[in-house]
Every structure is written in C-alpha cells, then in structure tokens.
C-alpha cells in the first residue's frame, strides 16, 4: 500500500510536471452498472463533456485513484485490527498493483503506453445541442420505432371450417392402444 501509495505521488507530480495548456474536452465516465442486466449505453450529450487540460484531467485520475487506494486499505487495515479478519489485508497486496497497473496515468508515464487520444478526449468542442438536434430530426430512417403497427406489419388470420385431415386427428386424440 506504501508502494502504491509512493507510485501515485510520483504520478501526481509527472502530471503536474507537464505544461500543456491546450483545452481539450473529457466526455464523462460511464455510469456503474449492473454485468448482463444493463440497458443500452445512452449517447453522451455535448454538455456533459468537460472542459479541462490533460495535466489536469491526470491530476484528477491519479486523485481519484489514491482515494480508493485509501478506503480499501483502511478498510482492510479496520478488519484486520478490530474483527482479526486478515484475509483482506492479503487481497489488497494482489490489488494495488492491479490498481496501478490499470491506471491509464501510469500505463502513460511508467509503462510507456503512448496511444492517441487515451482519455477519449476532444480537441475541439463538442457539437452545439441546436446542432445536434437538427442532425437527429434529418435522421428519419426506417430502423426506429413506430408508435402504432402499419397495416404490413398486421398479420390476419382466418379461421375455417374445414375439417381437420386424419394426420391432425391422429396428432390431436391420445393413443388408445396401450397395454
């Protein structure tokens, strides 16, 4: 957790080490969700994203992730010492450096993972709502949903008083030749 907790500082000093001052745009993260029950990512609107720096919006990651850092090892240090629960403290030596591993920041700096637009960032600003809405409303395709079914999606059946053939007999009285 020492270790974790050093690496962070150091990442929090590389980040503010960087003088770039060019704004970018950070779309929000996306909401916690519950695996296989959760409905369809909803398309993020353009006054959602965040108008910031990248040195800044790392700050922000590696802030973010010495606070985790700090509640679960709390946590697991409380039960270890109040319930003589020792097990978590061994989780948490196998998931800070999962924590640091998956960090962007430190993929960044100390792995060095250089990919563009790693943060899903923009660099110019996100189109206007007015915009957006005229693009939605000249979108009319045939793959949305209808209000009310048109008469080809109407299926009509008829009934008939036809008798049924002797294959249909067979199928629909029970056998009567048990034994």
């Known amino acids: 957790a020492v270790i974790g907790a050093g690496t962070y500082f150091i990442l929090m000093k590389m980040a503010d080490g960087k003088k770039d001052t060019k704004p970018v745009w950070i779309p929000p993260k996306a909401p916690p969700s519950i695996p296989f029950l959760s409905p369809p990512a909803e398309p993020i609107k353009p006054e959602e994203y965040t108008k910031t720096t990248i040195p800044e919006h790392e700050k922000k990651l ?80 045939d793959s949305s949903p209808r209000d009310s079914p048109s008469d080809d999606d109407v299926v009509k059946v008829e009934k008939t008083d036809a008798e049924p053939s002797e294959d249909e007999k067979e199928k629909e009285s029970p056998a009567d030749d048990i034994d």
């Open 62 to 141: 590696v802030q973010e992730a010495l606070q985790g850092l700090a509640m679960s090892v709390g946590i697991a240090i409380f039960m270890s010492m109040k319930f003589d629960i020792h097990l978590s403290c061994m989780m948490q030596a196998v998931m800070v450096p999962l924590g640091l591993y998956e960090n962007l920041v430190f993929q960044k700096y100390i792995l060095g993972k250089k990919t563009e637009n790693m943060y899903k960032e923009l660099t110019s600003p996100p189109p206007a709502v007015e915009e957006q809405a005229t693009l939605d409303d000249e979108d009319d395709d």
